[in-house]
């Protein structure tokens, strides 16, 4: 029996799980291992670490996590979760059931890839899905935005604030925008390009343009894309926990979702998406998870619980 369990070993997950720990409590970390940006080299903006790989900030929190007495990490992928009768949640693991008092769900969101031969070579060294994390890498060079719906108009113009020039490339889609985006494209000088990219040219990290089907090149040094990403919700459905319109799942000030118990941090909620909003996010649900275990026995090898403190002092 643990007080809590978190599922999901990224920033948001390993943040939570960190203050549960300096709150004493005993945990259970559980961990897929393929946080989203596990094929990138460098992440920017978080503070302290600017730039970092993302693989070794994840590797110096698990090393940080150790020397927490009441933490326990636990590699595999969590398959149900569901609210026990007498109290508190059962998660199975690799078909092993554990027992939690709280749940933080930390598990994220998958991205869709473009379907282009040479993606995966350059994935992370010079073509990237988020502006706002690596856009500053574009300075005054040509870059290739790839996307079909409405919203890619948005995201080739976000990338104006850096880039010399912007091409988007539908990948052989018709692409979705009405007038309106299409306009924008055209009044801030942004080719459309409703054609196949067939592959990426130059070796990684140093990206020379873009192949089409039809036979000709686009120059680019680096490019982005801008296609679907899918918060993974299985588990949070599964425990009725209400998404929004977007699919993501919907918390409070403290991080808890609409099941009592039951917290959520990261990529999976509302909000913007880096690295280090994730780990804020994961320290406010962390902290607010262990507040609401305050006067409970918890897990049984737990020293004598500190007193719930609006009970005492408010009787509330």
């Given at each position: 029996?643990?007080?809590?369990?978190?599922?999901?070993g990224?920033?948001a997950?390993?943040?939570?799980?960190?203050?549960l720990?300096?709150?004493?409590?005993?945990?259970?970390?559980?961990?897929?291992?393929?946080?989203?940006?596990?094929?990138?080299?460098?992440?920017?903006?978080?503070?302290?670490?600017?730039?970092m790989?993302?693989?070794?900030?994840?590797e110096?929190?698990?090393?940080?996590?150790a020397?927490y007495?009441t933490?326990?990490?636990?590699?595999?992928?969590?398959?149900?979760?569901?609210?026990?009768?007498?109290g508190?949640?059962?998660?199975?693991?690799?078909?092993?059931?554990?027992?939690?008092?709280?749940?933080?769900?930390?598990?994220?969101?998958?991205?869709?890839?473009?379907?282009?031969?040479?993606?995966?070579?350059h994935?992370?060294?010079?073509v990237?899905?988020c502006?706002?994390?690596?856009?500053?890498?574009?300075?005054?060079?040509?870059?290739?935005?790839f996307g079909?719906?409405?919203?890619?108009?948005?995201?080739?113009?976000e990338?104006l604030?850096?880039?010399?020039?912007v091409?988007?490339?539908?990948?052989?889609?018709?692409?979705?925008?009405?007038?309106?985006?299409?306009?924008?494209?055209?009044?801030?000088?942004?080719?459309?390009v409703?054609?196949?990219?067939?592959?990426?040219?130059?070796?990684?990290?140093?990206?020379?343009?873009?192949?089409?089907?039809?036979?000709?090149?686009?120059?680019?040094?680096?490019?982005?894309?801008?296609?679907?990403?899918?918060?993974?919700?299985?588990?949070?459905?599964?425990?009725?926990?209400?998404?929004?319109?977007?699919?993501?799942?919907?918390?409070?000030?403290?991080?808890?979702?609409?099941?009592?118990?039951?917290?959520?941090?990261?990529?999976?909620?509302?909000?913007?998406?880096?690295?280090?909003?994730?780990?804020a996010?994961g320290a406010?649900?962390?902290?607010s998870?262990?507040?609401?275990?305050?006067?409970?026995?918890?897990?049984?090898?737990?020293?004598?619980?500190g007193?719930?403190?609006?009970?005492?002092?408010?009787?509330?």
């Amino acid at each position: 029996m643990y007080d809590a369990i978190v599922i999901g070993g990224g920033s948001a997950g390993l943040a939570a799980t960190t203050w549960l720990a300096r709150y004493r409590r005993r945990v259970l970390l559980v961990d897929g291992g393929e946080p989203r940006n596990r094929w990138v080299d460098e992440s920017h903006g978080y503070l302290g670490s600017d730039p970092m790989n993302p693989n070794t900030l994840l590797e110096r929190a698990r090393h940080d996590l150790a020397a927490y007495s009441t933490v326990e990490m636990l590699e595999g992928k969590a398959s149900s979760a569901a609210a026990e009768p007498r109290g508190g949640f059962a998660v199975e693991v690799d078909g092993k059931c554990h027992l939690g008092g709280r749940l933080v769900l930390a598990t994220g969101v998958v991205d869709a890839f473009p379907d282009v031969d040479g993606f995966f070579t350059h994935y992370g060294a010079d073509v990237f899905h988020c502006p706002t994390c690596d856009g500053y890498q574009a300075q005054d060079l040509p870059v290739v935005a790839f996307g079909w719906d409405p919203a890619v108009a948005g995201f080739a113009l976000e990338l104006l604030d850096w880039a010399k020039s912007v091409t988007v490339v539908t990948n052989g889609q018709p692409f979705e925008g009405n007038g309106p985006e299409r306009d924008a494209l055209t009044r801030h000088g942004v080719e459309l390009v409703e054609d196949k990219a067939d592959a990426l040219l130059g070796a990684r990290g140093e990206l020379e343009g873009v192949r089409l089907r039809s036979g000709s090149e686009l120059e680019c040094r680096l490019a982005f894309f801008s296609i679907a990403h899918h918060p993974v919700t299985g588990l949070a459905e599964q425990l009725g926990c209400a998404l929004d319109g977007d699919g993501y799942v919907v918390v409070d000030e403290q991080g808890e979702t609409s099941v009592p118990g039951v917290y959520a941090a990261g990529d999976l909620t509302p909000g913007m998406q880096l690295v280090q909003v994730a780990a804020a996010k994961g320290a406010l649900a962390g902290t607010s998870c262990a507040l609401s275990l305050r006067g409970e026995e918890g897990a049984p090898d737990n020293r004598p619980p500190g007193p719930d403190v609006e009970q005492e002092l408010h009787g509330g």
